[in-house]
């Protein structure tokens, strides 16, 4: 049996992506908790912050997703406060520098927005933790995709990240709505969520992000995303 | 702005290149009405990069985003959709287009470099000797970054007398007095102290007191930047000619003991000068115009090179050389595709390539990637070593000098490019 605390939750068009944290003697290791016959959740009846017990089944590793472990009985057990999740996780996978994230340096498509990546056969592990010191999304094509740039501690940049994370998703997307409902003239969600993250997020004390690998697309690259941001949306922002 | 000009072939085509682009390689064109997030072509990442991808081709940022419309997702929607939002904007910017052109008398094509000059260290050091200098083994350094030779200023000589050479040589060819210039815009990334580079080079040239000096920044990329920068000043009606210049002394700074061969030992000393003149009248036209100016800055690579002065006078360096070659070679590859969109020519037809050489292995790496005419590229770092902002700019002057005087019917135009620490890149298309 295995225990995890649940840290990301990510969209993944259909279906959900799913990460977790176990304890290790030093701190915490991310732990990718799969169903049987697929890499994603179509229903994934639990929260970030919760404990889980599974049972585990072998899996195979493949580079650079070793964190995947194959499970099934998935039951809650507790949860944690978001703060105390945040402390777990800058116990587990943390990098100050893009080269720390993944074990390699990564790459620039320079095809269009220099989104990251990294070749699945240099990348040593698929998702880590890093302080961010400024943050901006980006609406051009939204709905549905949401980007962000993101500064680093080291003074790196990742110019164009897809934001994954589930709960900052179904927020934008309920802010979205709710200024539809009012016809709000006005309204543009860019200038909205430019002035709520800067001061919301880029000034919080909790501020951290979760950045992981997609699946390598055409074998040779692996997306960088954000998996989690760090403090999460509450309702009352809105 | 988008070329209002634009006919469905040439749209496709762009749409085609992008797609290419985007899709693991060896993968065949996808059918024209094929959904390529629905048959699993593309994922999400690659569609956003294929999307941007056209945009920058067209030069129309947010094309697609103000649409309204969810992206497109196949090739026709693509073209459809470029040809609709076209059909609208042309007809919301012809009444802007008209007045526009009436009422600005002059613009910057109407300027080109009428004259050019470099300078050299006149030491050439063989790179045996570099390497003994800095303690490496024998051959390593030619072995690793294929340089044979730098160059090197003598005793006595320093960025602003190497500068003043390259001056006077483009001046002369330009004829042009220094009494005459509106702007001097320099670039150094070795002179450190103030007067600053482009103040010490007007008063070196006894240039006017009305002549503006500014100084630009950008380490090897600083000449483009200031190129690009002298072309929209020439906008003003006001500004007729201006002097733009570099000059990188590193063998002063980078030297054995502060920093480590397999860096010190790459650079040299060298100067370059370009004046930027508007045409004299209306009919006459200046060949070398800059028609095309694309760059950016990529902080992603922001930590492969660091380097700064110690307040003990000692260097401070983190140098990640094969992250920054590998960054630097697919960056210049891809900024002579854009370049090639955006003046709408093909690499065959440039008449020369002048770009920054870090060292020369790598511009070899590049020519074989980019697929560039090797006999188009003047080589510089090979006999001079990495002259910093000067690298493109003395390649610049090779290639005008070997085609400077060919008919502008008869040639193509000059790309230019360089990258620099940051990770900066700028490149222009001079016609």
């Known amino acids: 049996m295995t225990e995890l605390l649940i840290s990301d939750i990510t969209r993944m068009q259909p279906g959900y992506c799913v990460i977790g944290i176990e304890p290790t003697a030093t701190g915490f290791r991310s732990v990718r908790p799969i169903p049987p016959s697929s890499h994603r959740w179509f229903r994934f009846p639990f929260r970030r912050a919760d404990k889980l017990s599974f049972d585990s089944i072998d899996t195979p590793r493949t580079q650079p997703h070793y964190e995947d472990q194959v499970g099934a009985n998935h039951r809650k057990v507790s949860s944690v406060t978001e703060r105390e999740l945040i402390q777990c996780l800058k116990k587990a996978e943390v990098g100050r520098t893009l080269k720390e994230l993944f074990g390699c340096s990564p790459r620039l498509s320079w095809a269009g927005s220099q989104a990251a990546y990294v070749i699945p056969d240099e990348a040593k592990r698929s998702i880590c933790g890093c302080t961010l010191t400024s943050i901006r999304l980006s609406f051009e094509f939204y709905p549905p995709k949401v980007r962000v740039a993101l500064g680093l501690e080291s003074g790196e940049t990742l110019a164009n990240l897809p934001l994954v994370d589930r709960d900052w998703n179904d927020f934008i997307d309920e802010t979205a709505r709710k200024a539809r409902n009012n016809s709000d003239p006005n309204f543009k969600i860019g200038d909205y969520f430019g002035h709520f993250i800067e001061e919301r997020v880029a000034s919080s004390p909790y501020r951290f992000a979760r950045i992981g690998l997609a699946r390598p697309y055409g074998g040779r690259k692996c997306w960088l995303m954000l998996d989690s941001l760090f403090p999460l949306p509450r309702l009352d922002y809105q | ?431």
């Open chain 2, 1 to 431: 702005m988008p070329n209002p000009d634009w006919n469905p072939f040439e749209i496709r085509e762009v749409v085609e290149n992008s797609l290419r682009q985007v899709l693991p390689s060896s993968t065949q064109l996808p059918r024209e009405d094929e959904d390529w997030i629905e048959s699993g072509l593309v994922d999400s990442m690659a569609h956003v990069e294929f999307l941007l991808s056209v945009e920058r081709a067209l030069n129309w940022p947010n094309l697609f985003g103000k649409a309204g419309a969810a992206p497109p997702q196949s090739v026709r929607a693509t073209i459809d959709a470029v040809q609709r939002a076209l059909v609208q904007r042309i007809g919301n910017q012809t009444d802007a287009l008209k007045s526009r052109s009436s009422s600005s008398e002059a613009s910057a094509v109407d300027a080109g470099i009428a004259g050019w000059g470099s300078a050299l260290g006149p030491e050439k050091i063989s790179i045996g000797r570099v390497e003994a200098e800095f303690g490496c083994s024998v051959g390593k350094l030619k072995e690793r970054a294929g340089i044979e030779a730098i160059r090197r200023v003598s005793a006595g000589e320093d960025e602003i007398s190497l500068v003043r050479l390259a001056a006077q040589t483009a001046l002369k060819r330009g004829g042009i007095s220094a009494s005459a210039l509106d702007y001097i815009v320099g670039t150094s990334e070795t002179f450190l102290g103030l007067p600053s580079f482009a103040a010490s080079l007007h008063s070196a040239l006894l240039a006017p007191v009305n002549c503006r000096v500014l100084d630009i920044g950008g380490g090897c990329v600083g000449l483009i930047h200031c190129l690009s920068l002298a072309n929209s000043l020439l906008t003003d009606p006001s500004v007729n000619c201006i002097l733009v210049a570099s000059a990188d002394v590193h063998s002063r700074i980078l030297t054995p003991g502060k920093v480590p061969w397999e860096f010190g030992g790459l650079f040299g000393d060298g100067a370059s000068a370009f004046v930027l003149r508007r045409a004299k009248n209306k009919e006459a036209s200046v060949p070398f115009a800059i028609r095309a100016s694309v760059g950016g800055c990529a902080g992603t690579f922001s930590s492969a090179l660091h380097i700064r002065p110690r307040s003990d006078g000692s260097i401070a360096l983190e140098f990640d050389g094969e992250a920054l070659a590998h960054a630097a070679v697919e960056v210049l590859g891809q900024t002579f595709s854009d370049l090639e969109m955006r003046v709408g020519v093909s690499l065959e037809a440039v008449s020369a390539f002048a770009l920054h050489q870090p060292n020369h292995r790598l511009t070899e790496i590049l020519i074989r990637r980019a697929k560039l005419p090797a006999e188009k590229v003047p080589l510089v770092a090979k006999s001079c070593g990495n002259l910093g902002a000067s690298t493109c700019g003395v390649a610049l002057c090779n290639a005008l000098d070997s085609i400077g005087q060919t008919p502008q019917s008869e040639r193509g135009p000059i790309f230019v490019a360089s990258v620099g620490p940051g990770m900066l890149w700028s490149g222009i298309a001079l016609r």
